[in-house]
């Protein structure tokens, strides 16, 4: 098989693509053919998209008008939406112990990580069932299947419900050709990360011991998971939890 065409004729809409995972998976998905949409708040993802010769449109992800024209676009330009990598997320420092965590932060994360992945995949099944066929890739997280005593509660409450969200649209919509997946990555090395740990970095050093590989993963090895998520690859692959983690989830004491 040639991994290069494994993607070809297939229309990718990618929300926070300009950085990160979306980054990394956004040129992932045109390496192997795809036509990349990218939907971001940041207006300079519109060079990413220029790059990869796709189309950029703006979008805050918990607006729902916002993201059925990020969708719409997408159809309409392109002719249809293949694979929703559903992508985009925050993890402010407002966000800490749930002591700590007010109401008004709680729903800020909500909006942005759990509330968008609805309004995501409702624009994209919107555009999927009438052609029978479809992948969509949710961003949870590993936080969403393990506990955690250096807590960010809202982020970790709202990838648990993207994962369970992700698993109940795979079994729903299983018959009618579409897949629905939620990569769930482990500590990744990306802009919102190393901001997060240079804060602190006991909070680093607390997170790294527990990773069998001793490192947190890179973009490009989350990119290549959704790549085989959205590829016919997985054809036999819909409602998983697919763990992309380094062994965190496996692990009882790692390794010296």
């Given at each position: 098989?040639?991994?290069?065409q ?7 809409v ?67 939406v ?13 966000d ?16 942005v ?80 990360l ?49 763990l ?13």
């Amino acid at each position: 098989m040639d991994l290069t065409q494994r993607l070809a004729g297939k229309v990718a809409v990618i929300t926070g693509g300009g950085s990160g995972i979306g980054l990394a998976t956004a040129r992932r998905l045109h390496a192997e053919g795809a036509t990349i949409v990218i939907g971001d708040i940041d207006p300079a993802a519109k060079q990413v998209a220029d790059e990869l010769g796709g189309t950029f449109v703006p979008v805050d992800v918990s607006d729902e008008a916002a993201v059925d024209n990020l969708f719409d676009t997408a159809a309409e330009t392109h002719g249809a939406v293949d694979i929703a990598f559903n992508n985009a997320g925050i993890s402010p420092p407002e966000d800490d112990v749930i002591e700590d965590t007010t109401p008004a932060a709680w729903q800020w994360v909500q909006d942005v990580n759990l509330k968008s992945v609805f309004l995501c995949c409702k624009a994209a099944l919107r555009h999927m069932v009438p052609r029978q066929k479809g992948s969509i890739i949710n961003t949870a997280s590993f936080v969403a299947v393990m506990g955690s005593a250096t807590s960010q509660i809202s982020y970790t409450a709202s990838k648990g419900g993207v994962l369970a969200m992700s698993r109940e649209l795979g079994v729903q919509y299983a018959r009618q050709g579409i897949r629905v997946n939620a990569l769930c990555p482990g500590p990744v090395n990306t802009p919102l990360l190393q901001e997060l740990f240079a804060k602190d970095p006991e909070r680093a050093a607390r997170r790294l011991v527990h990773i069998p590989m001793g490192r947190f993963a890179e973009p490009e090895e989350l990119a290549a998971a959704v790549a085989f998520l959205a590829s016919d690859d997985a054809s036999f692959i819909t409602a998983s939890t697919f763990l992309v983690d380094g062994g965190i989830s496996g692990h009882y004491v790692t390794p010296l």
